[in-house]
């Protein structure tokens, strides 16, 4: 499915505003609009790992679920959950987490980007560009390493590890858990990463500072020294890199109860929700139901108007006009121009 079509909406540009969708007739409050299914690809936090259903989402209020995987590090509310999960990753995919785990399991809980992230500039295009390369440069050592069927050289080793030690010192647990998501749903869906992910709109400065950038790539590393053989042609760095510039623009968090829940477990990419745009004052409610997120007229919408839901969550809606402003711009990269801020905006 490409960007998502139906008898009460359509996806247009909108001027200043990319995409966004319109409603095609006059649409009741309360009727639902959309159900997205479940993301694409997506993360649960590693501080949330041992609360969180890996396959349902499902959180009892911090307590530790019932059903244990030791081997891959997941949990699950139920037995049901974990064979639907189990089914869904596939031989494959289960290896890979497993491999993901063995890595992980010795550095302990490891670092996360955002708690390492710092002040510093944000890096522009052209350096991302350039630490992308020389990380390129490293991966075709590692695949080579790893791929060869003769003897390595006693360089070739020593250059091997080289870049082990130094993509050592900063693990991401979350980024390269979702990186092997983002991998895995490539591998088993190829047409719909084609139709539905690689249509999204992409942010091509993703990074705050140069430490959230060298985390990335010192993820992409890892995982191609340790992923299942049969799934590096499947991983490279554009991949990554897609993974990285989609999120910022089409995530949506992952949280214990409502939208506005202060328990932010993670958050995953659902192509067929990224088509609404911001608005303060949203016609529409958004609600995740375990996997999928729901989407219903919170009002009567008018043929031709645009259907916006709020990208602010719980006090944040509240904010003044220039603390709105600020937010969304600091967080999404745009000034917004809705009626509400229209009409609160200063003369």
Same mark, same amino acid.
């Given at each position: 499915?490409?960007?998502?079509?139906?008898?009460?909406?359509?996806?247009?540009?909108?001027? *200043?505003?990319?995409?966004?969708?319109?409603?095609?007739? !006059?649409?009741?409050?309360?009727?639902? @609009?959309?159900?997205?299914?479940?993301?694409?690809?997506?993360?649960?936090?590693?501080?949330?790992?041992?609360?969180?259903?890996?396959?349902?989402?499902?959180? !009892? /209020?911090?307590? %530790?679920?019932?059903?244990?995987?030791?081997?891959?590090?997941?949990?699950?509310?139920?037995?049901?959950?974990?064979?639907?999960?189990?089914?869904?990753? #596939?031989?494959? #995919?289960?290896?890979?987490?497993?491999?993901?785990?063995?890595?992980?399991?010795?550095?302990?809980? #490891?670092? *996360?980007?955002?708690?390492? @992230?710092?002040?510093?500039?944000?890096?522009?295009?052209?350096?991302?560009?350039?630490?992308?390369?020389?990380?390129?440069?490293?991966?075709?050592?590692?695949?080579?390493?790893?791929?060869?069927?003769?003897?390595?050289?006693?360089?070739?080793?020593?250059?091997?590890?080289?870049? @082990?030690?130094?993509?050592?010192?900063?693990?991401?647990?979350?980024?390269?858990?979702?990186?092997?998501?983002?991998?895995?749903? /490539?591998?088993?869906?190829?047409?719909?990463?084609?139709?539905?992910?690689?249509?999204?709109?992409?942010? =091509?400065?993703?990074?705050? %500072?140069?430490?959230?950038?060298?985390?990335?790539?010192?993820?992409?590393?890892?995982?191609? &020294?340790?992923?299942?053989?049969?799934?590096?042609?499947?991983?490279?760095?554009?991949?990554?890199? %897609?993974?990285?510039?989609?999120?910022?623009?089409?995530?949506?968090?992952?949280? &214990?109860?409502?939208? !506005?829940?202060?328990?932010?477990?993670?958050?995953?990419?659902?192509?067929?929700?990224?088509?609404? *745009?911001?608005?303060?004052?949203? *016609?529409?409610?958004?609600?995740?139901?375990? /996997?999928?997120?729901?989407?219903?007229?919170?009002?009567?919408?008018?043929?031709?108007?645009?259907?916006?839901?709020?990208?602010?969550?719980?006090?944040?809606? !509240?904010?003044?006009?220039?603390?709105?402003?600020?937010?969304?711009?600091?967080?999404? #990269?745009?000034?917004?121009?809705?009626?509400?801020?229209?009409?609160?905006?200063? =003369?």
């Amino acid at each position: 499915m490409s960007p998502p079509d139906s008898d009460l909406f359509e996806v247009r540009e909108i001027p *200043n505003a990319g995409r966004g969708v319109v409603a095609r007739c !006059d649409i009741p409050a309360g009727t639902v @609009m959309l159900e997205s299914g479940p993301p694409a690809f997506h993360v649960i936090f590693k501080i949330y790992g041992k609360e969180t259903c890996g396959y349902c989402f499902y959180w !009892d /209020r911090g307590r %530790t679920l019932p059903v244990r995987d030791h081997t891959t590090a997941k949990v699950f509310c139920s037995e049901e959950c974990r064979e639907s999960w189990i089914q869904e990753q #596939g031989k494959v #995919g289960v290896n890979a987490w497993l491999s993901l785990q063995d890595f992980l399991r010795p550095r302990g809980r #490891g670092t *996360n980007a955002d708690e390492e @992230m710092g002040d510093g500039l944000k890096p522009q295009p052209v350096e991302i560009e350039r630490v992308w390369q020389e990380t390129e440069r490293q991966a075709k050592l590692l695949r080579v390493y790893r791929q060869s069927k003769t003897p390595q050289t006693k360089a070739d080793r020593k250059a091997v590890q080289a870049i @082990m030690r130094k993509t050592g010192e900063a693990i991401d647990a979350d980024i390269l858990s979702y990186f092997l998501c983002g991998t895995l749903f /490539r591998y088993k869906e190829p047409t719909r990463w084609n139709d539905e992910v690689s249509i999204l709109a992409m942010d =091509d400065q993703p990074y705050k %500072t140069q430490k959230d950038l060298e985390s990335s790539c010192n993820s992409y590393l890892h995982l191609v &020294s340790i992923l299942p053989l049969e799934l590096l042609p499947h991983f490279t760095s554009e991949l990554c890199r %897609t993974l990285v510039r989609a999120d910022n623009h089409n995530a949506f968090g992952i949280r &214990s109860g409502g939208e !506005d829940s202060e328990e932010y477990m993670g958050y995953g990419v659902y192509p067929s929700a990224s088509y609404f *745009n911001h608005s303060c004052s949203p *016609n529409l409610r958004k609600q995740r139901i375990g /996997r999928q997120w729901q989407f219903t007229a919170g009002q009567d919408i008018s043929l031709g108007d645009q259907c916006c839901i709020s990208y602010l969550g719980g006090d944040e809606r !509240d904010l003044s006009f220039s603390d709105r402003q600020r937010r969304l711009k600091d967080t999404w #990269g745009f000034d917004c121009s809705c009626e509400r801020c229209a009409n609160e905006r200063p =003369d």
